[in-house]
């Protein structure tokens, strides 16, 4: 009988018709995914040793549908419990790395990216009980919460520099857990995620306050100088035109976040 691990780990992997022109991946024939778990909407899954299983969310499709398009027979997918450690130079054991990661100038020197394949703002969420902050200034005054090494951190140390010194956390489940738990007065980290965490769980926590305006753009990184890039950026392109892209969009992360106030 196969171990439960085996079982698992079967489960995780999507099997697709075999090519004669195989695009350039670390195993021939294979997709590894690099992502950093979990987020609402984007990805959540089991992890099993670093293996991720039962995978699913708006990336983890995403990844499955670019694997048909490169006529990849499977995907797998790993966990980096930090997000940093996915930005690193360097090598890279997974082809391509996704994680709500938007493009800067400074981490484009240290890794590739991809096409962009999502427009995102940050959004600020704040715990229950709590009047909804109308501008940047009544942010300030709040215990604020971000994502260690994200554009959400740097933007709270920016722009807007709170009286009292923020608290950077290592990942996404952190932040809700002390915002339900009213340790944060606010989180700020990305709008389209913190809509979905909402709209799960209404009763943990109060309102969506709004979006900062930030103008990210999501890419998938890769391996500085990787071949895989160009044939990454053709699929793309694909599911951009045949609108499997926005379907996928509107089925996990439902609402268009440019709708929100927006908090200046």
Not at 21 to 43: C, D, H, I, N, R
Not at 169 to 193: G, H, M, Q, W
Request: charged share 25%.
């Amino acid at each position: 009988m196969r171990s439960l691990v085996a079982a698992l780990a079967i489960a995780a992997t999507l099997v697709l018709p075999a090519s004669a022109a195989a695009p350039p991946t670390k195993t021939p024939g294979e997709l590894l995914v690099g992502l950093a778990m979990p987020s609402a909407g984007f990805q959540v899954g089991a992890v099993r040793g670093r293996d991720v299983v039962f995978a699913k969310g708006f990336e983890i499709d995403l990844a499955r549908e670019l694997a048909k398009r490169l006529e990849l027979r499977r995907v797998r997918f790993v966990n980096e419990p930090l997000f940093s450690t996915l930005l690193v130079a360097g090598r890279k054991e997974w082809d391509v790395a996704l994680a709500q990661i938007s493009v800067t100038s400074a981490r484009a020197k240290r890794v590739d990216f991809s096409s962009p394949y999502l427009a995102v703002d940050q959004g600020v969420l704040v715990r229950a009980g709590l009047p909804r902050p109308g501008s940047l200034a009544a942010l300030r005054s709040l215990q604020l919460c971000a994502e260690r090494a994200s554009t959400g951190g740097q933007l709270v140390l920016d722009r807007i520099k709170p009286r009292r010194k923020p608290r950077l956390l290592e990942n996404p489940s952190k932040l809700s857990y002390e915002l339900f738990t009213k340790r944060c007065d606010a989180i700020v980290f990305d709008a389209p995620a913190l809509a979905v965490l909402r709209r799960q769980a209404p009763d943990r926590y109060g309102a969506l306050a709004g979006r900062i305006v930030t103008n990210e753009r999501y890419a998938i990184a890769l391996e500085r100088g990787s071949p895989l890039r160009p044939r990454l950026d053709a699929a793309l392109r694909g599911l951009v035109a045949d609108g499997t892209l926005e379907r996928l969009r509107k089925r996990w992360l439902g609402t268009d976040t440019a709708r929100l106030p927006t908090l200046r």
